[in-house]
């Protein structure tokens, strides 16, 4: 808790991939990219914000610094903090957020987001109140629909319950999808180093080696979001985007 005995509530954005598909012939930087007039990243930590988020950690690759330099230029009303790090999957890349995460004993949830998640207002709030409530899940995702998703990870839930009883290949097809906002708890550090050491090589894999081992998963749909990928998915997002506010 924090010094007004409210929960705190730390934070991480995954913002290491490269993003060819969106960039195209384009040089700008995945997180860089705008939709409706604000970047990728920008929304993002506009949502960790109304999370009341105390502390948001980012991490970006060596050659994305500047995503960092834009990102600074802002004022944010929680700490922020960089991890520099050209990782080799996205696996890598959340391991390392929730490492860090950890290193002061706090064994979370914790919030984490993919850079190019579009989501409406108050998502992300909701999302994590919701999931504090989830005690013994060690990870808990947010769920969406799979259209928007030109490759949903699809996740199927036990009947009337939000554990998650099957994800990827094994739960197609299903109505929900992974949405890229998770609570995650330290507790899958046990994983971290069989993970790497078997090679597994992304994130929806990793989730699934959990599930196989016996960890509980659970799901919590939201509203719907957009998964930014590919240049129509901007598109995409922008119209959604007008569509809430309308």
Known sequence: MNASGKLSLRAGVLAAGRGERLRGQSNCLKPLVKVDGRTLIERVLI????????EVIVIINAD?????????AMKWPFAL????????TSMHSFLRLVETLAQDGDEGPYLLSTVDTVAGAQTYSRFIAEARGIKHSAVTLALTSPEN?????????????SRIIAIGE???PSSYATAGVYAV???ILREAEAARNE?????RTFLGRLLDRG????????????????????EAAEEFLRSRSA
Do not use: C, N, Q
């Open 64 to 72: 994305s610094l500047a995503v960092r330099d834009h990102v600074a």
């Open 81 to 88: 903090r960089w991890i520099v790090e050209t990782t080799p």
């Open 215 to 234: 960890y509980r998963l659970a799901g919590i749909p939201i509203a719907e979001s957009i998964d930014v990928d590919r240049p129509a998915d901007v």
């Open 149 to 161: 998703d030109e490759k949903p990870l699809f996740v199927r839930t036990a009947p009337g319950d």
């Open 185 to 187: 708890r330290a507790s």
């Open 170 to 172: 094994a739960a197609a």
């Open 47 to 54: 949502s960790m914000a109304e999370a009341g988020t105390s």
């Open 199 to 203: 090679g597994v090589d992304a994130l």
